[in-house]
């Protein structure tokens, strides 16, 4: 069934301000649309809910990539193109630029951006592990001011979010404290380009005399929303990557990461498979450290 987009408005503010005002007027009246790369799809559909848009995708003040007191600042207006292409996001954020790629087509990367990836709250979206991973920080932005969180607390659940109705998110924050560690990402899907993933995880750790002094783990696709693993990176913080104590540290660490994220069936997989794969990829990592 398709939307009768007579049946639609869409408004395009001059300003971010402008935007601001006018979610305050009304809460909840209107949906910010950027690239629109999600919310085209599901007007096609019939599925499209909200009937008021207000275009954002014009708004240079959410587009920017910037270095700034030892973080990566990453407007939410910035598209996958425009990741792929910084030299700076390739240099300190690899996985990221990785996690970019995997997004759609090149035309979909051209018009999606960052802000809507994570605002569409999918579990299975591509960049939130990379982002949890590297524990990023947000701020959000209304009429009345600003306020930043950890971005391990923005996703509440299957398609909620900490965002309220009047807010927008503005930009992404990464600190600059990676540069020694080892960097993993993997994603598992139908097949190897445009795929909804059925599990994603990123890695990163840092490793001193064959044992993980640093590691901190992202998935997709494994609960009920993006996720930070942090029971898992406690079993695995001071573990041991030499040879004789390896294979105890892999089981240590599937046996936490199957505890404490509790797969999901939906339509790409079922939970057996993706606790499975989860495990395997994160047993790919460590074997990686040992090396």
């Not at 990176?233 to 089981?251: H, M, N, Q």
């Amino acid at each position: 069934m398709h939307s009768d987009v007579t049946q639609f408005d869409l408004a395009a503010p001059p300003s971010l301000q402008a935007v601001l005002k006018q979610l305050a007027a009304e809460p909840g009246k209107h949906a910010p649309i950027a690239g629109g790369t999600e919310m085209m799809v599901a007007l096609g559909a019939g599925r499209l809910q909200q009937r008021s848009l207000l275009s954002i995708q014009h708004l240079r003040e959410l587009r920017f990539i910037r270095v700034e007191d030892r973080l990566l600042h990453i407007g939410s207006g910035t598209t996958f193109t425009d990741i792929r292409r910084s030299a700076e996001i390739a240099k300190h954020l690899p996985l990221l630029v990785q996690s970019a790629s995997w997004t759609g087509s090149v035309a979909n990367q051209n018009r999606g951006t960052i802000g809507g990836n994570i605002c569409n709250a999918s579990p299975a979206a591509d960049t939130p592990p990379a982002l949890l991973a590297y524990g990023a920080t947000v701020t959000l932005v209304s009429a009345s001011g600003e306020r930043t969180m950890r971005y391990v607390d923005f996703h509440l659940g299957y398609k909620k979010t900490a965002l309220r109705p009047d807010e927008l998110l503005h930009s992404i924050h990464v600190p600059l404290v990676f540069g020694d560690h080892r960097q993993y990402i993997r994603k598992v899907g139908t097949r190897n380009a445009q795929a909804i993933s059925k599990i994603a995880l990123a890695a990163v750790a840092k490793v001193e005399e064959q044992r993980l002094a640093d590691v901190r783990l992202g998935a997709a696709s494994l609960t009920d929303r993006p996720v930070r693993c942090s029971a898992t990176e406690a079993v695995l913080s001071g573990a041991s990557l030499a040879s004789d104590a390896l294979e105890e540290t892999i089981r240590l660490a599937r046996a936490a990461l199957a505890g404490e994220t509790h797969a999901i069936d939906d339509i790409r997989s079922t939970a057996r498979y993706r606790g499975a794969v989860a495990g395997n990829l994160l047993e790919e990592f460590l074997r990686s450290l040992a090396g």
